[in-house]
């Protein structure tokens, strides 16, 4: 029986036709040399434009066993395919062509918000906006390197809330009027998401406020982020979490995207999560597809995949989604 695997080719420069044309018969020749020349059948490669000059759709049949996500992600960053990528200033997402063709159907689409759905981390731009980024980024960078007491999340995020402590509420309406900015293509990979009938959400270590913001922003259906203490009175924050709400940490989103995708009964399969954090590692690990987004390179290495893009609708043709399908499909959704 034929399996088929699917490489979505984005070229970082444009390609004259001749490199196009070479580079589905290297592609083959390196996935014989990896898995033998008995088990890829001698079909022709067959491709598919998804946008003219910058993005290819590549299928290349084999007689199997069908690989695993994880499978096709060690074999794209093999040798010999990150020389190949090198050379020809391209980068591939390859997956199994079964999950491929899930992406076809609506599912549950999980996004973290810094860097992300936005291009700033929260909690920097709060801690720059009232002089302390420098005490902040301290704190960071020791978490970071796993020193004492900052060795988990939740231990450096309280570090860091604690330096907020008299910070005027006044700070959300600023940091939303000047500073937040949405990544490109947010705004038209929600949209067409949400017209294809996908249920979509925003699970953040950030904060309310501003992950409440970008889902009504967005259209987003949910959204989750830890939850700041406000003194009503004074109208500041008091630089604490409140108690009995759940850190927004690694573990928590994963559960997070387990349970959406179980009230909303979508399989596990037909889930997609993109961060560029390790808090992201265990939401995207759990999801049918999980896309590292301009990523730290450590966690570009242990994602399921890997996309590294100016614009977040490259998301939609790692879904199987053409340039000219995407926009038939905006030009049918409601405006925001």
């Known amino acids: 029986m034929a399996f088929k695997l699917v490489f979505v080719i984005f070229a970082q420069k444009t390609l004259p036709n ?4 070479e580079l589905p018969l290297e592609i083959k020749t390196l996935l014989e040399d990896a898995l033998g020349t008995e088990s890829v059948t001698n079909e022709a490669p067959e491709s598919r434009i998804l946008e003219a000059g910058r993005v290819l759709e590549l299928s290349i049949a084999t007689s199997g066993p069908l690989m695993t996500l994880g499978q096709c992600t060690a074999f794209s960053q093999s040798k010999g395919m990150a020389a190949l990528q090198k050379d020809y200033q391209v ?19 999980v996004f973290d918000m810094d860097s992300t759905l936005i291009q700033q981390e929260v909690i920097d731009e709060l801690a720059r906006a009232v002089g302390l980024y420098d005490k902040v980024a301290a704190i960071t960078e020791a978490a970071m390197r796993g020193e004492a007491p900052y060795t988990d ?14 910070v005027r509420m006044s700070i959300w309406d600023e940091l939303k009027a000047g500073t937040i900015t949405f990544t490109p293509g947010a705004r038209e990979l929600v949209r067409t998401l949400k017209q294809l009938g996908w249920k979509t959400a925003v699970l953040s270590g950030g904060f309310t406020p501003l992950a409440t913001w970008v889902k009504e922003t967005l259209g987003l259906d949910y959204a989750y982020a830890n939850h700041l203490v406000s003194d009503s009175s004074l109208n500041v924050l008091t630089g604490e979490l409140v108690p009995e709400a759940p850190i927004i940490h690694a573990e ?14 979508i399989p596990d399969e037909q889930v997609i999560a993109v961060g560029d954090g390790s808090n992201d590692l265990l939401m995207m690990g759990a999801a049918g597809l999980g896309i590292a987004f301009n990523a730290k390179p450590k966690v570009q290495l242990a994602a399921p995949t890997r996309l590294n893009s100016p614009s977040l609708v490259d998301v939609l043709h790692v879904l199987g989604f053409s340039k000219d399908e995407i926009e038939s499909i905006l030009a049918k959704a409601p405006q925001p």
């Open 91 to 109: 980068e591939v997402v390859m997956q199994p062509s079964e999950l491929y063709a899930l992406h076809r159907r609506p599912g549950l689409a």
């Open 153 to 166: 999340f939740e231990a450096s995020l309280r570090a860091r809330v604690a330096l907020l402590e008299g």
């Open 18 to 21: 001749d490199k196009w044309q």
């Open 252 to 265: 928590r989103k994963r559960t997070l995207l387990l349970q959406l995708a179980s009230d909303n009964d």
